[in-house]
């Protein structure tokens, strides 16, 4: 190898040497960028970085870390700086050898005896191609944006027209438009609710800025937060849990919930306390939700969630972000987070999903929920999702399921969270608060105003409640019952401690 280089060099310096001789013009300070193509190569080598532009940059807003170039940029900027010495063969001859040497030899500075600059580095072939899958990946997800509007928490917010969101991809809803919204919400049982309309509870409406009518705001996905996932075809999708049991300590992930089964269920409801728990590790995190559960615990499992998470690998922090997440194949190959595939159909245009929730609640002082409700429209079937007290998100076409086409068999409240168990003992992510449940209102974090929705649209109470915690001694449980919040349970925990190693 060592010689193959120190030929090619050899002809490099030849080749310059009959430049200079022929009193060849020399190449202009400046370096014009044109688009590479396999007919032209660009007449300079530029080594520059690239600048960037805050509103659309996409790097992970809290890293120290320089902002790393996007997957096209960094394709580009590799076609831009091949030399050309007035013989463009042999300069596409040259940096094919040195991109096909790179996969054996990462050239992190310069060939001894070469004039490559130094710390110029060439990527890896398989490098580019993954790079390259990536890029179409947003392109794909990332759709055309009417107005675009920069979060203060350094999220980009894309007003995309409602026909053009993802959801739309799908082969069914292809050339159609969102629904209306449902004529017949359920019959709500008032006594108790203390829920108010609420529409700037989300970082990104500080400014007081919204979406258009006639559009829906979506979280851009940055190539930071692809390139975090395990692979692109994980991404924005929850690991899954071998084997799907109401025990699921096997898999990673803990609970500590509240549910009902036994009975046919349209619905649910529940007022959920926002905190922002500490995660330990990148991929792991901590989540409280409703869940909406139908089928077996084995492939054929249905859910609709929603609720409040705190994901480092799917968004680059610890803030706690108003999710939603679906499956019908027990989180094997359908469903996703939030708008990242064909699935759940946004129509509100103030909300967006996957954006970060302020305020939260602290620690003794004053604590914050917001009101979630999911159920099935009686007329068309799809299941709609509802913050406070009349917010439309949108809806999940039934189509989406099996099971859940018809109705849910099971209807869960609580938390959980996913357990690598980092140095080999259990994690210190946080559940709820990070408190135990005994510790009470303003230290654990709560669920109130449990219900459910019955066959004829109605909201009521919960009966043949069961409680479960996988690890009490880590993250547990405590339901209750009164005029002010109906069945309502505190939850959560620390995780590791002297009883939880």
Not at 23 to 51: D, G, M, V, W, Y
Request: net charge positive; hydrophobic share 35%.
């Amino acid at each position: 190898m060592d010689m193959e280089i120190q030929k090619l060099d050899s002809l490099l310096r030849l080749h310059l040497q009959n430049d200079t001789n022929n009193n060849q013009p020399k190449q202009p300070s400046t370096c014009p960028h044109p688009s590479p193509t396999t007919e032209q190569l660009p007449q300079c080598f530029q080594t520059q970085p690239a600048s960037s532009n805050p509103a659309t940059s996409t790097s992970s807003k809290h890293m120290h870390n320089p902002i790393p170039l996007s997957s096209s940029t960094i394709i580009s900027k590799f076609h831009s700086t091949r030399p050309t010495f007035g013989l463009p063969l042999f300069g596409s001859v040259f940096v094919t050898f040195l991109l096909v040497s790179s996969v054996i030899i990462p050239i992190d500075g310069a060939i001894p005896g070469s004039l490559l600059p130094v710390n110029q580095t060439f990527p890896t072939s398989a490098h580019l191609r993954r790079l390259t899958r990536v890029n179409a990946h947003l392109k794909k997800i990332n759709k055309p944006a009417v107005k675009t509007i920069q979060s203060p928490d350094g999220d980009v917010i894309d007003c995309v027209l409602s026909h053009l969101q993802p959801a739309f991809d799908h082969p069914e809803l292809r050339g159609k438009k969102p629904m209306q919204p449902p004529e017949l919400r359920p019959k709500r049982n008032v006594s108790g609710e203390a829920d108010t309309e609420k529409d700037r509870f989300q970082i990104w409406r500080d400014n007081g800025e919204s979406c258009p009518e006639g559009t829906v705001p979506i979280r851009r996905t940055s190539e930071a937060d692809i390139l975090r996932a395990s692979s692109i075809k994980r991404f924005g999708r929850k690991l899954a849990k071998r084997p799907v049991r109401r025990d699921s300590t096997s898999s990673g992930h803990e609970h500590a919930v509240v549910f009902v089964n036994g009975e046919q269920y349209f619905g649910a409801k529940a007022s959920i306390n926002v905190w922002a728990p500490r995660v330990v590790d990148q991929y792991e995190f901590s989540l409280s939700q409703v869940w909406l559960i139908s089928g077996s615990f084995g492939n054929d499992l249905n859910t609709i969630e929603a609720g409040w998470q705190v994901s480092p690998e799917l968004y680059g922090d610890n803030y706690p972000r108003f999710f939603t997440y679906w499956t019908t194949d027990a989180y094997q190959a359908t469903g996703c987070y939030n708008l990242l595939c064909s699935g759940f159909i946004q129509t509100n245009t103030k909300i967006a999903m996957g954006a970060a929730i302020s305020p939260r609640s602290s620690y003794g002082g004053r604590q914050f929920d917001i009101g979630v409700m999911v159920w099935k429209d009686p007329k068309h079937g799809n299941w709609w999702l509802e913050l406070g007290s009349g917010i439309l998100i949108g809806y999940w076409p039934s189509f989406l399921f099996t099971h859940l086409r018809s109705h849910a068999d099971m209807v869960q409240f609580g938390g959980e969270i996913v357990n690598t168990r980092p140095s080999r003992s259990h994690t210190s992510t946080q559940m709820g608060s990070g408190r135990f449940a005994e510790e009470g209102f303003g230290k654990a974090s709560y669920f109130r105003n449990l219900q459910v929705v019955d066959w004829d649209n109605n909201l009521l109470p919960l009966k043949n409640i069961h409680l479960l915690a996988d690890h009490p001694s880590c993250y547990d449980i405590k339901q209750g019952q009164n005029g002010a919040w109906g069945t309502y349970f505190y939850y959560g925990g620390p995780g590791r401690n002297v009883r939880c190693p």
